[in-house]
């Protein structure tokens, strides 16, 4: 059983667009939503996170937007560049379990 | 700082061989994951260590067996490699417990193939 969806597989934005991957999860009890950002030869590294107690948090360009009652949540990228080219994985927990990670995106922003 | 140290950083093995990967952190972190990324698949965990002297099962633990050798270092053993353990292995690192939400930190992977 797939614990946490994430779409789409791949993206393709031009330089400045805005990228936005989704991810669902279905255990209710999930308490903290990473997202997590990879290049390629390199291992993941944590990009941005939010709780379930408020709706948005942003970080320079990035935003997290998550919607509790949908049990969904998202990865926004405004003004997106060709160095944000990478592979974007969500990810969720709860107390006592280990991360449980989507399946990934790959985003590619052309110049 | 190293950091999250894998190795090694490629292997190739036959079938039925067995080897071990290697994994040290240098950040007194209390929790270690072994996880294994596949093409389409994400990241999925094999075993993960909660603090020094436990372990516990993954998502993916069959074929594995795992040693918290002390606070530092968390190995992998493939006894009997099969070609579906084919992928790459990343070890992480997170200061507090599974499940506490700490962040994760990576090595950079070990690539493994099994002819």
């Known amino acids: 059983q797939q614990q946490v969806k994430q779409s789409p597989q791949s993206l393709i934005v031009q330089k400045g667009g805005i990228s936005i991957i989704n991810c669902a999860y279905e255990?209710?009890?999930?308490?903290?939503f990473p997202w997590y950002q990879q290049f390629p030869g390199k291992g993941p590294a944590l990009l941005i996170a939010?709780?379930?107690?408020?709706s948005e948090k942003k970080e320079g360009r990035f935003t997290i937007s998550f919607n509790k009652s949908a049990k969904q949540f998202s990865l926004h990228i405004m003004d997106s560049q060709p160095g944000d080219s990478a592979t974007y994985f969500c990810?969720?927990?709860?107390?006592?379990?280990?991360?449980?990670f989507g399946k990934g995106t790959t985003l590619s922003v052309s110049s | 700082n190293a950091g999250v140290t894998q190795t090694p950083k490629f292997q190739v093995l036959k079938t039925g061989q067995s080897m071990t990967l290697q994994c040290a952190q240098d950040?007194?972190?209390?929790?270690m994951y072994w996880y294994r990324q596949d093409p389409g698949m994400g990241l999925r965990l094999i075993y993960y260590?909660?603090?020094?002297?436990?372990?516990d099962k993954g998502e993916v633990p069959n074929g594995y067996n795992v040693s918290r050798l002390n606070k530092r270092e968390f190995s992998l053993r493939l006894e009997s490699a099969a070609p579906s353990q084919t992928s790459v292995y990343f070890c992480?690192?997170?200061?507090?417990?599974?499940?506490?939400?700490?962040?994760?930190?990576f090595g950079e992977g070990s690539r493994l193939t099994v002819l």
């Open positions: 992480a690192s997170s200061l507090r417990a599974a499940g506490n939400t700490g962040e994760l930190f």
């Open positions: 255990n209710t009890a999930f308490d903290y």
């Open positions: 939010i709780r379930p107690d408020v």
């Open positions: 990810a969720a927990s709860t107390t006592g379990t280990a991360l449980i």
């Open positions: 950040m007194n972190h209390n929790s």
């Open positions: 260590s909660a603090s020094e002297g436990t372990t």
